[in-house]
């Protein structure tokens, strides 16, 4: 091939590279990114679909650990507490959660996070009521919590309807009776309030909301 043919091929390929990146890329970059928000959009609609909340309730969730009064009066209420640990097993005991595993253990997975999840708000958003099934210490933790300043003001925060509220019950209850509870409480959030630092770990993560059957 002549040096003359092998100029005109490298200019017509450099004409066709600039072409793709001023015309075709821009599109293609356009397109890519907004096939990615599509997908974050679906996941979050997803989520909070499947977690048979209401908005308000769904928004706030990433806010529970934030609130530092919230946070304060929770602390106090779990230290005048037995022991966590047996409050946490004597809920595992009642709801049958987590069964095939150690009555002690600290493990936690999707499937029974899940299943426990679904159970527990299908009874209390979409039946009216799952309140009489469940275990004492939790429920009094809760009955506490819900009735102090912190949380008051973060229902008014949020602008809860008393329906909201109810649902918070039941994500309290929720958060109590997990298997790392109480490991989680005196790792972070006693230490938190303790240093009168941020809580570094979220009361409920939404991506453990999604892919519950509603």
């Given at each position: 091939m002549s040096n003359t043919k092998l100029k005109e091929n490298k200019q017509v390929m450099s004409e066709d590279w600039n072409s793709f990146v001023s015309d075709v890329l821009p599109i293609l970059t356009m397109g890519l990114l907004a096939a990615i928000q599509l997908g974050f959009t679906n996941l979050f609609t997803s989520n909070k679909k499947s977690s048979m909340l209401?908005?308000?309730?769904y928004d706030s969730l990433d806010d529970i650990y934030k609130d530092k009064e919230f946070v304060k009066?929770?602390?106090n209420i779990l230290k005048k507490e037995g022991n966590l640990e047996?409050?946490?097993a004597r809920a595992r005991d009642k709801h049958?959660?987590?069964r095939f595993q150690d009555r002690s253990s600290t493990k936690r997975n999707n499937m029974d996070d899940r299943n426990f999840y679904y159970s527990l708000m299908h009874g209390q958003v979409k039946q009216g009521s799952s309140e009489w099934s469940w275990?004492?210490?939790s429920t009094r933790i809760v009955n506490t919590l819900i009735k102090t300043n912190g949380y008051?003001?973060?229902s008014k925060k949020h602008k809860f309807t008393a329906v909201d509220d109810k649902q918070m019950r039941a994500l309290f209850y929720y958060m109590i009776t997990r298997p790392d509870f109480?490991?989680?409480v005196k790792k972070y959030l006693f230490t938190a309030v303790a240093r009168n630092k941020d809580v570094v770990?979220?009361?409920i993560d939404k991506s453990n909301l999604s892919g519950i059957l509603t």
């Open positions: 209401s908005d308000a309730v009066d929770f602390v047996d409050i946490i049958q959660d987590y275990e004492a210490d008051k003001n973060f109480a490991v989680n770990i979220r009361a």
